[in-house]
């Protein structure tokens, strides 16, 4: 978690801090604390130190960092921390479409897969008002797979901006992910980058471009929820990149 120090007369700083347990994982923290406990009063030689292991990384997964979401007009961010495995013109899915929803054709879908390592807490990728959530019961096969975004259990959200603009984004279960968590309902209206939902252990996130959209991301490249710009809305040029 960065400050910063914006009084006036001083020069603007940002320092580094832990950043915080989200409320949704302390209750795991104090469960794996408990147990790691135990096993020293027990005297479970190594296992009570691979428990200190599993509390410090389950702290980790459900970490919270403050991001700087950027500003401006048209801008579409990433709603998840991972690495863009797939980006493809597709179909959008049947529960985004139909009326009020997105338009009928082909799109182009962002795929973000986040491991057990990334932060897990999503994020709205712009201004506006949520204006449908449908959760759907499902498999869970590796996220990183492509038939992941039709089979496995799922979230989805359609988003409507401040300029009528539509865009649907996908939380999807992987093969360790039990639990889809929302932070909103239908009818809330957010800000780009306030958090929307969390998907516990690794799993994966589609974001649906509106039409004449381009990603402004490549494959391979590693986005940061809240703060790493993914498209520009009416921008249909793309951006390539190089593995290096």
Same mark, same amino acid.
């Given at each position: 978690m960065n400050s910063i120090d914006n009084r006036p007369g001083t020069t603007p700083t940002v320092q580094w801090r832990f950043p915080a347990v989200h409320p949704e994982g302390r209750k795991f923290v104090v469960i794996a604390a408990g147990i790691t406990a135990a096993l020293f009063l027990l005297h479970a030689h190594i296992v009570d130190w691979l428990m200190v292991g599993v509390t410090v990384?389950?702290? =980790?997964?459900?970490?919270? $960092?403050?991001?700087?979401? !950027?500003?401006?007009?048209?801008?579409?961010?990433? $709603?998840?921390?991972?690495?863009?495995?797939?980006?493809?013109?597709?179909? @959008? @899915?049947?529960?985004?479409? &139909?009326? *009020? *929803?997105? @338009? $009928?054709? !082909?799109?182009?879908?962002? /795929?973000?897969?986040?491991?057990?390592?990334?932060?897990?807490? +999503?994020?709205? $990728?712009?201004? &506006?008002?949520?204006?449908?959530?449908?959760?759907?019961? *499902?498999?869970?096969?590796?996220? /990183? %797979?492509?038939? =992941?975004?039709?089979? +496995?259990?799922?979230?989805?959200?359609?988003?409507?901006?401040?300029?009528?603009?539509r865009i649907g984004f996908t939380q999807i279960a992987g093969l360790v992910a039990r639990r889809i968590v929302p932070f909103?309902? +239908? &009818?809330?209206?957010?800000?780009? *980058?306030?958090?929307?939902? %969390?998907?516990?252990?690794g799993s994966r996130v589609d974001v649906y471009l509106p039409a004449g959209t381009a990603p402004k991301v490549a494959l391979g490249q590693r986005a940061i929820a809240g703060e790493t710009i993914i498209a520009r809305i009416g921008d249909a040029? @793309? =951006? /390539? &990149?190089?593995?290096?």
């Open positions: 990384w389950t702290a =980790a997964f459900f970490r919270d $960092p403050v991001r700087s979401v !950027p500003q401006g007009q048209g801008l579409i961010v990433s $709603p998840a921390d991972g690495l863009v495995t797939l980006i493809q013109e597709v179909e @959008p @899915p049947f529960e985004l479409g &139909g009326e *009020g *929803g997105l @338009p $009928p054709g !082909p799109c182009m879908r962002v /795929s973000i897969f986040m491991s057990v390592f990334d932060v897990h807490i +999503n994020r709205a $990728p712009i201004s &506006g008002t949520i204006s449908r959530v449908v959760y759907i019961a *499902g498999k869970f096969l590796n996220a /990183s %797979l492509d038939k =992941a975004s039709e089979e +496995n259990e799922r979230q989805h959200f359609l988003m409507t901006g401040q300029d009528g603009t909103v309902k +239908n &009818g809330d209206t957010v800000t780009v *980058g306030t958090r929307v939902g %969390l998907i516990r252990f040029e @793309p =951006a /390539s &990149g190089i593995a290096e």
